[in-house]
């Protein structure tokens, strides 16, 4: 059997990266088993797997190795930035629907965007609002790029060659273009933006020409389309747009239009899907990167505030972009002091937190994002579970407050 030439890169990678000879054999062998799942992909000089990790070749996840595989140091490895909160469009499930401010300037951004690196961050998502109607966003993303794995989220609205090409050139790795159903009625209604569906096909194809470019969709799943089996259809039309990678997620309770048990997905919906995931990576095509596969119990589980730092378009920071509670912004307080709080606070554990925890956020106040206080609070009264898979080796214990028998999880895992 001859080894594929991504595999023999991989192998030179790795023996160029000694650092992967100091990760504890435990931590090696679960990232191994989890490696297995994925085949990984070229785009242009990088070694992928799937999007949600640094290229494999990178110096991204070179300092992924030593500082969160190695040093096994607390900081967060993972973060998103709204580098806008405008956006041309109006989707039901937006997680930024009830944040509001004054948005972060150039400089503010640039600023934050240093100070998550030095914190670890070697993932960082640039989402918005629609990101591509930040001016500045080459600017970022080439700041960003230094050291660090940059994905871009976009509607795909108004994407040209010349900006793709830009934006490859800064150093972006991946871009991800929302599509939501494989009819653009579905998907446009569920926008309230009539050819958003066309627009972000055309966006797909001007990224495929772009040079180096690992082209990825984000499909966002309703509980709905889940239980009707949709998924299989979804991903047979995005096969066929010629991506590197499906991104799927499901709709999460970050809004109180979705405080409803039967709108959040269950335990065994999320395996299912992660089962559909594996059997996809056993083809030869499309990458499928299933979010709740990557957060699941059996892997990385919940990183909310502890390895994933959001920081919305107005400077408030949150455990993670569903999570509507802010622990301070970035303009009144330093970035270090509210990620060490937040990472106190959150310790990572096994499931969900906001699936698990969301009716505790009805309950805290009319005000979305929670201030500190009240996200404080709400912590303090979470349901809690044990460390994931991977948080175990890592060395985390579960919370002495661990409560997994409350209400809402009950609720929530039938
Ligand atoms: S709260 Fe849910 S969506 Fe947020 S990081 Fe945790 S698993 Fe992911």
Redesign the pocket.
Same mark, same amino acid.
């Given at each position: 059997m001859t080894a594929s030439p991504e595999r023999l890169a991989l192998a030179k990678v790795a023996f160029a990266n000694p650092n992967m000879l100091r990760v504890r054999p435990d931590i090696t062998l679960f990232m191994s088993r989890y490696m297995r799942r994925f085949r990984m992909k070229s785009a242009g000089r990088n070694l992928i797997l799937h999007s949600h990790l640094p290229p494999l070749n990178s110096p991204a996840y070179r300092r992924f190795v030593s500082r969160h595989l190695v040093d096994r140091a607390p900081g967060p490895s993972h973060a998103q930035i709204a580098v806008t909160s405008a956006c041309p469009q109006d989707c039901a499930y937006c997680y930024n629907k009830q944040r509001s401010g004054t948005p972060m300037d150039t400089a503010t951004i640039l600023r934050v965007v240093g100070e998550l690196k030095s914190l670890g961050v070697c993932w960082l998502g640039l989402t918005g609002g629609e990101p591509l109607l930040q001016p500045d966003l080459v600017e970022i993303t080439r700041e960003a790029s230094d050291g660090c794995a940059v994905k871009l989220f976009t509607t795909g609205c108004g994407l040209t060659p010349r900006r793709a090409d830009a934006l490859a050139e800064a150093g972006l790795f991946s871009t991800a273009v929302s599509v939501d159903h494989w009819r653009a009625e579905v998907h446009d209604a569920g926008r309230r933006s009539a050819g958003a569906f066309a627009a972000a096909l055309e966006a797909v194809d001007v990224l495929k020409r772009t040079s180096g470019m690992h082209v990825s969709v984000s499909s966002v799943l309703s509980r709905e389309m889940i239980r009707r089996g949709d998924v299989h259809r979804l991903l047979s039309f995005l096969a066929g747009l010629g991506i590197d990678e499906a991104w799927l997620s499901e709709v999460?309770p970050t809004l109180g239009a979705f405080w409803d048990d039967d709108l959040v997905i269950s335990e065994e919906e999320r395996l299912q899907l992660a089962a559909v995931q594996d059997a996809y990576n056993r083809g030869t095509g499309m990458t499928v990167n299933y979010l709740g596969h990557f957060?699941g119990a059996e892997t990385f589980g919940?990183?909310?505030g502890c390895k994933?730092v959001y920081v919305d378009a107005f400077g408030e920071v949150s455990p993670?972009v *569903?999570?509507p509670m802010s622990f301070g912004n970035v303009r009144e307080r330093p970035l270090a002091e509210i990620v060490a709080e937040m990472r106190a606070a959150f310790p990572g554990q096994d499931r969900? *937190?906001?699936?698990q925890n969301y009716r505790l956020l009805a309950a805290a106040g009319e005000h979305l994002p929670l201030d500190r206080a009240s996200s404080l609070d709400l912590v303090a009264g979470a349901a809690w579970r044990p460390p994931s898979a991977f948080g175990r080796r890592l060395g985390a214990r579960a919370p002495e407050r661990a409560r997994v028998a409350a209400p809402t999880a009950t609720a929530i895992a039938r």
């Open positions: 999460k957060e919940c990183n909310a994933m993670c *569903f999570l969900c *937190f906001v699936n």
